[in-house]
């Protein structure tokens, strides 16, 4: 009898795109600084960041405490000032282990933010993380998404 095998065809690149009624700027304002990182996380994953670590350019690290107290080292890969910015994440004080979070903004209509969220982890070495990582669907970073264009779209509000 022939050994039955399974291939298993995951994907390891999630995305989802939405368009927020916001300044592209004011978008990325939230996402490159660290500390308003919880206020929109949809993942419930991310309890708090220090203060005063905006990020400017790639090879920037910022700390980021999560929700069961462990602290991750993200270090920022992809930076263009409004419009781009990914890190991988680490355990404190470690290499990454090879997953990628993106954010990428693009102007849509007048006074609209298309952003699209994607999370990779084609080369994601640490079999512990895989579990997470086929975890975090589509619907999670729309979940982000959408709180983010709450938040935005309040600040967007208030101020005009």
Known sequence: MQPVTEKIDETRIVSASREIAADSADIFELIADPAQ???WDGNDNLAEAPAGQRV???GDVFAMT??????????V???????RIAWHPSEHGKEPPGHLWRWELAPA???RTLVTHTYDWTKLTDEK???RARATTGEKLSASLERLAQLAEAETNSAG
């Open 129 to 131: 993380r895989q579990v």
């Open 37 to 39: 990182q919880p206020r």
């Open 56 to 58: 400017r350019a790639a």
């Open 109 to 111: 209509q007048e006074g």
């Open 66 to 75: 999560l929700t069961n107290g462990a602290v991750r080292d993200n270090h």
């Open 77 to 83: 890969v992809e930076f263009v000032e409004g419009e």
